[in-house]
């Protein structure tokens, strides 16, 4: 009762504030102490006190904006994870995962500013990778600055995790659902040349036997090309949308602003399909040549598809450049793209974080995330299917350049000969092969990351 806190009077409140022993916190009070200290006497009196917890609990305010990214007013755990991957900070899910429960008070699995600044209340310094404190070391004006070397990113582990696991997710999706990826194209294209069978418009079951009929490896015809195109686009396409979800450079930058977690997740979905789909739509169209190649006449490998395609008459608005013919369809594959790529990225990273939310549960397993990446792809394919459907006709076009229909004379052409059905042709078999492909991708992408994480954990172990 002397008007003035010493080193074991604060370390002896700190103790039955945070239920540890004073060992584990005596040096806090050391640096809260030295922190507040003005006049250097080993003390603090009301004034110095007030000014400490004033500015610490402005440095506290700053640092909770910093970590609360959707501006809601609560801390999550993906936003917990975003943190230390744009931070180079590689601490594994479950360590992570600890730090959010000594936090969560309430058990609403996110963090509020009250929780936020009651566990940080008496804390001098932050580190964010120390598995005693959830933040710090040397805290000063919210800036991390001391992380231990065992728990930094050696050459962004955390993208190259994105890029593999990605890459991996889309190999095995795709491998699995190769015939009907087939399939769907040969439905698609066959009102314009006949690939398998001896008839044209034949139904999904019908153009099934004809497959079967050339030999069950036939099925698998292009797969190597599709896996080749598959692994770069599906791993850059993950990559890039978490990376967008992270930076928000699309939905917060000097030009505009969006506004709103879903819209942003649906804007960051649109975005990653253009980008995707500029730099990947040449080895779309090879694949499709070598899909729709005559059984009849052998098989087309790469090189030949990209020959042919090269050697083909150009377009004259490109003054028959012959790098435009890998082009060809790209203004209704793009056009449609853009809300593909939103509907599906988005409503499957939305309907992640609602399972978890929804169900408690830091970590869905294989089966939920397998039906919200399926049902998103449907909702997705279902309303830009006519943009594929014109845009794999395009593809597949081999004849006259001077013959060849736009996207708006297509458009017409099949609402004439077969009404509003037609740009619904081999919808079934497509939505068949995309129920499992999206849900097998999504489920492999987030649960190879788990099992990359769990490795990573016995690694720094």
Sequence with gaps: ?????????????????????????????????????IRKDGKLDYQEFMLFMLEHERNLWEHFVELDHDGSGQISYSELKMYCENNDIDIPSDVLEDHMKRLDKDGNLQISWDEFREFNQFKSRYDFADTATLF???????????IPESHKNNASSGHLKKIL????????????????????????VQGQQRVVGNRQNMGAIQMLRAMWREGIFTMWKGNLVNCMKIFPENAVRLYIFELLNETQIVTKNPLWHIHGDKLSKFSNGAFTGIFVQTFMYPVEIIKTRI?????????????????RIWNETGNPRFNGIPIFNFYKGFTPAIIGVMPFAAL???CSKLGTEWYKEHFQTKVPGFYPLLGIGTASSFVAMGATYPFRLITCQMQAYTGP?????????????????????????????????????????????NMTQQYWDRWSTKTYS
């Design 1 to 37: 009762g002397d008007g003035f806190i010493d080193e074991h009077e604060l370390l002896h409140y700190m103790t039955l504030y945070y239920g540890e022993k004073e060992g584990q916190l005596e040096e806090e009070a050391k640096a809260i102490i030295a922190r507040g200290d």
């Design 401 to 445: 350049e001077k013959d060849r229909l736009g996207p708006r004379a297509h458009a017409a052409k099949i609402l004439k000969t077969e009404g509003y059905k037609g740009f619904y042709r081999g919808f079934l078999a497509n939505s068949s092969k995309a129920v499992p492909s999206s849900g097998i991708a999504w489920a492999t992408f």
């Design 291 to 307: 899909m729709t190649f005559p059984s009849k006449l052998g098989n087309m490998g790469v090189f030949q598809a990209s020959k």
């Design 344 to 346: 599906e990225l988005g």
């Design 165 to 188: 696991c990605g890459g991996l997710a889309g190999v095995v999706s795709r491998t699995c659902t190769a015939p009907l990826d087939r399939l769907k194209v040969l439905l698609q």
């Design 136 to 146: 710090g070391s040397a805290y000063v004006d919210g800036i991390i600055d001391q």
